[in-house]
């Protein structure tokens, strides 16, 4: 049975900064590369890269007030930069492949699995 796992892509604006235009090219080339295998292996359900912090809002909802701000929740260096979501047959495989994403040597890749929410009943 497989289980579903998202491959969170997390960077910083310092570690981006630190790359060469070659890193990035490389960095391109190799998610490019890793699409394919998981694409063509039919393991990759969706993957995506997303925009730069300073466009997220975050929405906060307290006695039914609704408030927003710019930028992400947390006071953090790191952000989510994108992620995958695959289909393996164990948790192991999932990490073999966050292992192959360049982003991993830079900063890190974190392994999630994703909860299956079909049986609830609403």
Known sequence: MTVKYMLLIYSNAESWAALSA???EGLGRAH?????????????????G????ITTRTVVVRDDALTTTDGPYAEAKEHLAGFYLVECDTIDEAIDYAARMPDAKYLAVEVRPVMDMSGLEM
Request: charged share 30%.
């Open 22 to 24: 070659e890193q990035r």
């Open 32 to 48: 490019a590369e890793l699409t394919r295998e998981l694409t063509e292996q039919g393991l990759l359900v969706s993957s995506a």
């Open 50 to 53: 997303l925009a730069d912090p």
